[in-house]
């Protein structure tokens, strides 16, 4: 089973400040297979990012993805007070897919 | 624009059987594989299983003794089952489509979850 890590595990930061979340992996994962979501209180996840770094429709280009192997960054600039959620990597190329156990984006 | 939507008891009785039902619209539930996640009240998120509208199916390791995913096609839904539930087993109960596009695979669509909760 791949291990995802995402770190850190809660992030404080100020609106239109820069965001940069990590998604590490216990063995190396395709790019194609990585993808990134956005989940608040009550909602199911939405998906930003799949192929590590490409956006999914309708999501705006302060979101960005990057990264290979073993080690992801999902990259919001600029954060937009609809930012704060907390954000999870996936790999679904191997199963059992896994997620990461999240990162919570929190308006310090 | 596909829409998924998760229907099924809210509360079950612990070492009986979860049942759910996710009815695809929007779209043909041919091709695809359709998803079964989980997760507990604020919790992380848990990957079931998927089925593929041919009816081959892959469970995770740690739920495979207890689950079972079935689709019908001429409804275009799929279900969940997943027996002897203890508490642990109570989660938001969602469903998803897993898109390829290119070699690259992802969640692209969900439903809106359901709450099952286990308990006498």
């Known amino acids: 089973e791949i291990v995802l890590t995402q770190s850190p595990g809660t992030l404080s930061l100020s609106p239109g400040e820069r965001a940069t979340l990590s998604c590490r992996a216990s063995?190396?994962?395709?790019?194609?297979?990585l993808a990134w979501y956005q989940q608040k209180p009550g909602q199911a996840p939405r998906l930003l990012i799949y192929g590590a770094s490409t956006r999914a429709t309708g999501i705006p280009d302060r979101f960005s993805g990057s990264g290979s192997g073993t080690d992801f960054t999902l990259t919001i600039s600029g954060l937009d007070p609809e930012d704060f959620a907390v954000y999870y990597c996936?790999?679904?190329?191997?199963?059992?897919?896994?997620f990461g156990q999240g990162t919570k984006l929190e308006i310090k | 624009q596909v829409q998924l939507q998760e229907s099924g008891p809210g509360l079950v009785k612990p070492s009986e059987t979860l049942s759910l039902t996710c009815i695809v619209s929007?779209?043909?539930?041919?091709?695809?594989?359709w998803n079964w996640i989980r997760q507990p009240p604020g919790k992380g998120l848990e990957w079931i299983g998927y089925i593929y509208y041919s009816g081959i199916t892959d469970y995770n390791p740690s739920l495979k003794s207890r689950v079972t995913i079935s689709v019908d096609t001429s409804k275009n839904q799929f279900s969940l089952k997943l027996n002897s539930v203890a508490a642990a087993d109570t989660a938001v109960y969602y469903c998803?489509?897993?898109?390829?596009?290119?070699?690259?695979?992802?969640?692209?669509?969900w439903g809106q979850g359901t709450l099952v909760t286990v308990s006498s």
């Open positions: 929007g779209g043909s539930i041919s091709s695809y594989k």
């Open positions: 996936q790999q679904c190329g191997g199963s059992p897919y896994t």
């Open positions: 063995q190396s994962v395709s790019s194609s297979y």
């Open positions: 998803a489509r897993r898109a390829a596009v290119s070699g690259m695979f992802y969640f692209d669509y």
